[in-house]
């Protein structure tokens, strides 16, 4: 079956081209150009990623993946014309996976959506969870829990984190990281990694401020603890 994607965006000259290639590429696309409008869609029927402009008629684009993120955890890649770099952060620490900045090319667009959809089905039922006390990562069901709570991550900081554990007690630099999740498409915001590692912190720690699982080296990257203190 064709993965859903629900496009959000209010240009309806770009809607349309990026409708027609995306569906030549495979995908059903489903467009909405009001943010009120995509909340609703999303309410009544999952999607499989959701592209999302940030400048929109009725609500701000952060604002929409907000509120999306209280209720889905499908791959967000944000579109922006915005040249402050501050709105791309926000937008990661909301729960965005990737952005992409205006104007782009739509074969850009393509293969950073597919990226982020292979990075949400890349566990395979053969893969045993990762458990570290209270923490357990579910590699084949792509979850999180901390004493059997589930807690909500994107696919991006998931895919990092599994990284992170799976190398256990080394410390790795953000490059490594951004190698070992295929995250090409976001090597040019040197933040990205900063940003995300942040949020994976908020959904594991006990103090965010001040982590004792995933620790920062300085000058060196990040190293997670085997065991906490």
Do not use: W
């Amino acid at each position: 079956m064709a993965e859903r994607i629900l496009l959000v965006e209010d240009d309806a000259r770009l809607a349309e081209m990026l409708s027609e290639y995306l569906g030549g590429a495979g995908f059903r696309v489903v467009h909405v150009g009001f943010g009120a409008a995509a909340l609703e869609r999303l309410a009544a029927e999952p999607c499989d990623a959701v592209v999302l402009d940030l400048m929109l008629p009725d609500m701000d684009g952060l604002d929409v993946c907000r509120q999306l993120r209280t209720k889905s955890d499908a791959p967000v890649l944000m579109l922006t014309a915005r040249g402050d770099a501050t709105d791309r952060i926000v937008g990661l620490e909301l729960g965005a996976d990737d952005y992409l900045p205006k104007p782009f090319a739509p074969r850009e667009l393509l293969a950073r959506l597919r990226a982020i959809l292979r990075r949400r089905g890349n566990g395979t039922s053969s893969e045993a969870p990762l458990c570290f006390g209270r923490l357990e990562i579910d590699r084949a069901a792509r979850t999180l829990r901390i004493d059997g709570a589930e807690r909500m991550i994107t696919s991006y900081q998931f895919a990092l984190l599994v990284a992170l554990a799976e190398n256990a007690g080394r410390v790795l630099s953000r490059d490594t990281l951004m190698d070992l999740v295929k995250g090409e498409a976001l090597e040019a915001f040197d933040r990205s990694i900063d940003v995300h590692v942040s949020r994976i912190r908020a959904a594991i720690e006990d103090d965010a401020k001040h982590p004792r699982r995933i620790i920062t080296v300085r000058g060196a990257g990040y190293v997670f603890a085997k065991a906490q203190e």
